[in-house]
């Protein structure tokens, strides 16, 4: 009778105890969950940032219309090309992702789409409750792309209502 | 007795849940947001454009809009005769004595601050307009805006005005 029990024990004694793992795991788990922004999906890996020195944290995501800016593709280094999306008609001057993470590109003659495509952003994000003023264009330009390309893309922000710009930089080294 | 003492530790065993499958879908989450957060995080610089009710507005700003000159070579003068940047080099290198006047437009910031203290005397806020050549690398720019906000000026109106044209 008594060995019985000692038994029982044993084969308790023999499980892992999971639950100090589990609680590691959830806390690493909330941790990249807080960490990782929303804008991810609309980063766009072929353009090249340019470094600033004095920057600051893109704390808040939300509210940011992300338009990547690119420089010519001829020009661009060979493990930016490597990332460059086919998908994208050729000489595409800007790129964005909608709503559902597909991607678009803009080319020249298309600056009336970027502007509807902005406009469209802004009216989701209002329907979404965001205030106007929190409603951003995040502007993630190429470091050698000309100026004209983001000049066009903060006029087509401005045609839109949208007033606020972000610069996408590095940290300088 | 025997058979009621059996019974007794299976009732005991069985409320053990199987835990497997739940750690299974936290490590493939956990995974899936350890690959998506990138390492080195993104930076940002705020600037507003100012409103197009402002210019339209027949009243005169107490203090004329700091002006900011951008050419296609990189250089830049700050309201029109004062060369704060020298000709842009992309080959410069990071960490070079070079590289750092390069980048650090500390003439720029210096005449920013002064602006923004002029503007604050007279209780007005500063405004600069920025005049950029259609094919000047947007690295330049952001170098600008770096100064910008460096001196603490937000607003900064964007002219497409080719500088060197005239």
């Known amino acids: 009778m008594a060995k019985k029990n000692a038994r029982a024990n044993d084969e308790v004694n023999g499980n892992v105890n999971l639950s100090p793992m589990i609680d ?43 338009v990547n800016v690119f420089s010519d593709v001829e020009k661009m280094p060979p493990e930016a090309l490597k990332k460059y999306n086919k998908a994208y008609p050729a000489n595409t001057l800007w790129g964005v992702a909608d709503a559902n993470g597909k991607t678009i590109g803009y080319t020249e003659g298309q600056v009336q789409d970027l502007t509807d495509f902005i406009k469209k952003q802004k009216e989701s994000l209002k329907g979404k409750g ?35 710009i972000v610069f996408g930089t590095l940290p300088s080294k | 007795m025997a058979r009621h003492k059996k019974i007794q530790t299976e009732a005991q065993e069985d409320p053990e849940m199987n835990i497997s499958s739940m750690i299974d879908c936290c490590f493939l989450l956990l995974i899936y947001f350890l690959v998506a957060t990138s390492l080195v995080s993104e930076k940002k610089l705020d600037i507003s ?24 070579d990189g250089s830049a003068t700050w309201n ?19 590289y750092r006047s390069q980048r650090e437009l500390e003439q720029l910031v210096e005449q920013l601050k002064n602006y923004k203290d002029l503007a604050s005397s007279v209780q007005a ?11 000047a690398p947007h690295q330049r720019i952001v170098d600008i805006m770096a100064a910008l ?15 060197d044209a005239n």
């Open chain 1, 24 to 66: 590691c795991c959830f806390l690493l788990l909330i941790f990249f969950v807080v960490n990782a922004t929303q804008i991810t999906v609309a980063k766009d890996p072929s353009v090249k940032m340019p470094s600033a020195v004095s920057c600051s944290d893109l704390k808040d995501a939300n509210g940011c219309i992300v």
């Open chain 1, 130 to 164: 965001m205030e106007d003023g929190k409603i951003r264009l995040y502007l993630r330009g190429d470091m050698a792309a000309p100026w004209e390309r983001s000049s066009t893309a903060i006029r087509c922000a401005a045609a839109a209502g949208v007033t606020n």
């Open chain 2, 49 to 72: 454009i100012p409103a197009s009710t402002q210019s339209a507005s027949s009243q005169k700003p107490p203090v004329d809009p700091g002006r900011i000159l951008l050419r296609a």
């Open chain 2, 80 to 98: 029109g005769d004062m060369t704060v940047a020298e000709v842009y080099n992309p080959d410069a290198k990071p960490g070079t004595s070079e």
């Open chain 2, 125 to 135: 806020e500063p405004v600069v307009m920025l005049t950029g050549a259609p094919t």
């Open chain 2, 149 to 163: 906000a460096e001196a603490g000026i937000k607003s900064v109106g964007i002219s497409t005005a080719d500088p």
